[in-house]
Every structure is written in structure tokens, then in C-alpha cells.
């Protein structure tokens, strides 16, 4: 198969759409977050890149906790508007109603069908930005979501990022760790 170089980028194929949520001088501020996904099974923990002058980042230095909330497709435009306005210059803490869960500084954004809780396991300097994990120390589904007592995905509708654009998940293609069982051997 022929193939062309990009060079060193900072490319994957598709990334989840998320809002982190940090609060900053005491307000919530929720950030538009792509560069995201699990870090670790036990304990459970999820990461996310962020850019050293984010307002978010400040949040996330003065409390050591943050959170990570799943928008739903219906929420686009709240959710891209996150992206495009700091909370530097513009007062967010009204883009979504914030609750609060375990953690007391990690504000979650009721109008978003998943939630996950997050204290600060380390962070990573990795140049412009810095890699956070985060201890997960709760997860919160709406329950209109959820399915034999899992998070559905075809019930969230979560926001797939992409070529600078916002996709739909798309069908369902096979099962995990199961369609490879019908591998034959070349
Ligand atoms: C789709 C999308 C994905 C983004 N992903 C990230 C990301 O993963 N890390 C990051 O530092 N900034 C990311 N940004 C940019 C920030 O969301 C943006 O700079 C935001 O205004 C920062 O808000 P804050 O200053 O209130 O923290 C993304 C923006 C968009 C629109």
C-alpha cells in the first residue's frame, strides 16, 4: 500500500469531545477537551492535555481535582463555545449548572449525561502542554442513560472529534475481544 508522511503532529483518528471541569478563584470554568482517554484500570484513572495557559489549568494547580463531563450531540453548541471562549476573559460558570459530588472543587455539569470525579494523580510536563491524570472517585450517569445498570452509548450520543469537526458515533460493526476469535491464520 502506497502511503504519504505528515511528520510529527499531534494526530489521532478520532477523539472523544469533553468539557473538563476545574474550579478557578471558586467559580466553575468548564474547558472543550479532545486530547483525552483512559490512563489506568486499577486503580482507574483517565488523562487529559492541557495547554499551559488554559484558564482550566489554574483550576486544576489550586485544587488538585478536576472533572470530566460527556456532552451529548444535542449540546454542540454550549460544548464548542467552551472551546473557542477562555473563562480568562469570559465568565462560563453559567454555560452549564454546575453540581457537586464527592469532591467538593471538581464542578460537574448537570446538563452533560456522564460526569467522572477526578483528584490530581500527577501531572506530566510535556512542553506546551501538560498530560493531568486523575484518580476517577466517582462516575455519574443520568439515568436515562444508562442500560442493565451500564452507560449506553447510543443514549448519551456523545460528540466524536475529528478533522477539526464534530461527527455522530456511528453503527455498531462487531463485538470486542470477540470478532477476533474468527481470525485464520495467512
Ligand atoms: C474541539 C476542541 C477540542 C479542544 N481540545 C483541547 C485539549 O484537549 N486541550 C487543550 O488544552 N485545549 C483544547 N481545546 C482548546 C480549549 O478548549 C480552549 O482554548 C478554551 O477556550 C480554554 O478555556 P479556558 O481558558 O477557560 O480553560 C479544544 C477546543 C476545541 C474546540
Known sequence: ME???LGPMPYMSVMPTLLVGANVKGKPNY???AWATVACMAPP???VAINKARYTAKG???NKTFSLNVPSAKRVVETDHCGLVSGAHEDKSGVFRSFYGKLK???LAEECPVN?????????DCGSHHLYIGNIIEIHVDKACV???KPDITKINPIIYAQTSYFNVGKQIDKAFSAGKRY???
Open 105 to 107: 472543587t471538581a464542578p
Open 116 to 124: 467522572i470525579e477526578c483528584t490530581l494523580f500527577k501531572s506530566v
Open 45 to 47: 484513572m483517565v488523562c
Open 60 to 62: 486544576i494547580e489550586e
Open 184 to 186: 485464520k491464520k495467512k
Open 147 to 149: 442500560t442493565d445498570g
Open 3 to 5: 502511503k504519504i508522511t
Open 31 to 33: 474547558m472543550t477537551a
